[in-house]
């Protein structure tokens, strides 16, 4: 273990919450009984973690992260083990790369990796009689980091907390692997070159907060959005990333610093690649897509994220050009990946890229 988990003091609750029904679970509206917590001061570093019970946090108003919203944050999951031997991470230590990432960017300092793992395999260890045991179900995990300094300025904070909340949830579809209706956003934009689409911040979630209602509005669950710049080049689908079948390749946007680097998206390449089904990581145009359709070279679309894993795409609207794909119905490439990736997470297919850490 990390020199700095050694200094870990550990308060436990004397007020446990009574656990919820695993079979009536949403995603992130129940949380556990505890929280990590590691400050850091300039000049100090990281320092004083702890685990305590699950609570309020005690903020000054002039706190930065209230008005200059230097903040970032990561999710994840873990699972109950198919095998019954304990519980699994699925890929912890690419959510601490790419936190860093995201702090390099907005002038968070770095965490060790090592702490972020090791922090999170320890306040599983405090609440992992939370992890529900019921088919779709997971443990959900949310580190996330704040500014704390008290002052009006605009510069980086002096001050910041490092806390991880855990949240036992539900499977992202109720009612089952359901294909979603998607409106092509063309006003509202998400990122450009040279701004933060590459970053894991509240900021880009709460910029398509106005196009998602606008889409809801027209009866669509989710946005395509197109590139900030000409409105034409593929991007993301909501908060994931867009995957397009056509002509047997599956296409999808690079990782050129306006979309997120997703980690079920990075799964999703390899098992592609694995497979020898050709992957195009390039930009192409909304016209592109609309055309493959209208030739009938589009057999699926999908989106690729920590919530929903895959999300089949059934039905598109670009200005006024509606169209179908698969006949609405989940593709077979889609089926495939969201089993693929399940399984391996839950333990039911071999882990033959080491991706999982047992707990």
């Known amino acids: 273990m990390n020199e700095l988990l050694e200094t870990l003091k550990i308060t436990k609750t004397t007020h446990p919450k009574e656990k919820p029904d695993p079979a009536a679970l949403g995603f992130g ?3 556990t009984d505890h929280m990590f917590l590691l400050d850091y001061d300039e000049g100090q570093g990281w320092h004083d973690p702890v685990i305590v019970p699950y609570g309020p946090i005690p903020l000054e108003p002039a706190a930065a992260v209230f008005h200059y919203a230097q903040e970032m944050f990561e999710g994840l ?8 031997d304990g519980l699994r991470l699925f890929r912890p230590d690419m959510n601490a790369k790419r936190t860093n990432q995201t702090n390099a960017r907005i002038c968070i300092p770095l965490i060790d990796e090592e702490i972020y793992v090791g922090a999170i395999k320890a306040l599983i260890g405090m609440d992992r009689d939370w992890a529900p045991d019921y088919p779709g179900t997971s443990l959900y995990i949310r580190p996330f980091i704040i500014a704390t300094e008290s002052f009006l300025g605009v510069r980086s904070s ?6 991880i909340i855990l949240s036992p949830s539900g499977p992202y579809y109720k009612g089952g692997l359901t294909p979603t209706k998607i409106y092509v956003e063309d006003n509202y934009v998400r990122s450009a070159e040279g701004l933060t689409g590459d970053a894991k911040i509240g900021g880009n979630y709460v910029i398509g907060l106005k196009a998602q209602a606008c889409a809801h509005e027209k009866g669509y669950d989710q946005v395509l959005w197109l590139d ?5 080049y593929v991007e993301e689908i909501g908060t994931s990333n867009a995957f397009f079948v056509i002509d047997g390749e599956v296409y999808t946007a690079p990782l050129t610093g306006t979309i997120l680097p997703g980690i079920t998206r990075d799964s999703v390449l390899t098992i592609l690649r694995d497979r020898d089904i050709p992957v195009r990581e390039e930009r192409f145009t909304i016209h592109e897509v609309y055309q493959a359709a209208d030739e009938g070279r589009l057999s699926e679309v999908f989106a690729a994220g920590t919530a929903a894993v895959i999300s089949p795409v059934g039905e598109m609207l670009w200005k006024d050009r509606h169209i179908t794909i698969n006949g609405g119905e989940i593709g077979s490439l ?3 990946l969201y089993d693929t990736i399940t399984g391996i997470q839950s333990g039911y297919l071999p882990d033959t890229h080491g991706w999982t850490v047992k707990l």
């Open 228 to 232: 900030g710049k000409e409105r034409r």
């Open 334 to 336: 889609s089926q495939e």
């Open 29 to 31: 509206q129940v949380f």
């Open 158 to 163: 002096n001050s910041f907390k490092f806390i």
């Open 77 to 84: 999951k873990t699972y109950i083990s198919a095998d019954g």
